[in-house]
């Protein structure tokens, strides 16, 4: 059974602070997503990683993928009161035989909070 | 344009009735997925459909659930005999296809409440 875990589950930040989000699997995936969801809002993509070594940057937010570790982290750069929302990342393993369809287990999701 | 839409947006019931949540997808999206968010936690996948076709319904919790899409747009998850445990956030999900590597592109929800 696939199993994601985000570390930590809970951040407060200072703006202007760096600071990095983990998600770790359990089982062998080389795709994997990134979510964020305000409160009682839906989940609004940010990334999509589908290779070892991936990286992606959107602003102030950088994703990385190393599948042989299989971790992941987003990386918060100077933060700001607008990055406050809870992060979760996904990962798909597909079926069986390794095609993939896109059905997402996800992690408990990071709660991050920006103060002054 | 327009986005994944849901109704309704909130639905309160009594234990041991019968609701249908439906879900309107991205005009063109062959894929379709619903999930469950429970306070506090991710989203769990309940059902993913390529078309008109239930591909996997592998995490639907028991057989009170059902979900159907006839014409390969619009879908609808049907709950039988409610109980309190069945409340949560129902999401829904459309992508261009199932392939690896699409955005799935989120609905705002139906929050369920079973009293």
């Keep these: ?116 | 344009g327009a986005g994944v839409s849901q109704t309704p947006s909130n639905k309160v019931t009594e234990k041991g009735k019968y609701v249908e949540l439906r879900c309107d997808p991205i005009s063109g999206h062959t894929a379709l997925y619903w999930y469950r968010q429970s306070l506090g936690q991710g989203p769990e996948f309940l059902i993913y459909f390529q078309g008109t076709g239930a591909a996997d319904d592998s995490g639907l919790p028991n057989d009170r659930f059902f979900a159907v899409r006839p014409e390969g747009s619009v879908s609808t998850l049907k709950i039988q005999r409610t109980e309190r445990g069945d409340s949560a956030v129902y999401l829904c999900a459309s992508s261009s296809s199932g392939r690896a590597g699409k955005t799935q592109y989120f609905g705002p929800g139906t929050r369920l409440l079973v009293l």
């Design chain 1, 1 to 116: 059974e696939l199993k994601v875990e985000q570390n930590p589950l809970f951040l407060s930040m200072q703006e202007g602070k760096n600071y990095t989000i983990y998600c770790n699997y359990s089982t062998t995936s080389d795709r994997l997503y990134w979510y964020r969801q305000d409160p009682g809002k839906s989940l609004e993509s940010l990334f999509v990683l589908l290779s070892n070594g991936a990286v992606k940057q959107e602003g102030r937010l950088m994703a990385s993928l190393d599948t042989k570790a299989r971790l992941s982290t987003l990386h918060i750069t100077a933060a700001v009161h607008d990055l406050s929302a809870t992060y979760f990342c996904a990962v798909d393993i597909g079926d069986a035989g390794g095609t993939s369809y896109g059905k997402l287990t996800f992690g408990q999701g990071t709660i991050l909070t920006v103060h002054p």
